[in-house]
């Protein structure tokens, strides 16, 4: 059976970081796009950032670029999201997810995600 766990959600003031993991068991997602999302009590899930295969290309939610970035450690067969100067509005559930039908580009419909985690809890306090 295939799953991602995240792992790296926590409490953390405004300002602060926090780093997301995500690696899947028992199957590899090396070759495919790998995104982020987030879904924040009484919203929609939406997209946070994806990255390529290659790790090349990068995509983010308009709102946090500049504070997020998303990379992958292809060895490690992991998938990162580094959140910098968190804001209260951060706070949500975390999920990561594969598309695997992309591999250079992404999309940020959460419909063309195939697999997903179970979510880390993210809390930003003011």
């Known amino acids: 059976q295939v799953q991602l766990v995240e792992s790296g959600g926590g409490l953390v003031q405004a300002g602060g970081s926090l780093r997301l993991s995500c690696a899947p068991s028992?199957?590899?997602?090396?070759?495919?796009?790998m995104g982020w999302f987030r879904q924040a009590p009484g919203k929609e899930r939406e997209f946070v950032a994806a990255?390529?295969?290659?790790?090349?290309?990068?995509y983010y939610l308009d709102s946090v670029k500049g504070r997020f970035t998303v990379s992958r450690d292809t060895a490690k067969n992991t998938v990162y999201l580094q959140m910098n100067k968190m804001k209260p509005a951060d706070s949500a559930v975390y999920y990561c997810?594969?598309?695997?039908?992309?591999?250079?580009?992404?999309?940020?419909?959460?419909?063309?995600?195939?697999?997903w985690g179970q979510g880390t809890q993210v809390t930003v306090s003011p």
């Open positions: 997810a594969v598309d695997t039908n992309r591999i250079s580009t992404a999309s940020t419909a959460q419909d063309d995600y195939d697999f």
């Open positions: 028992g199957r590899t997602f090396s070759t495919y796009t």
């Open positions: 990255v390529s295969r290659s790790g090349a290309n990068t």
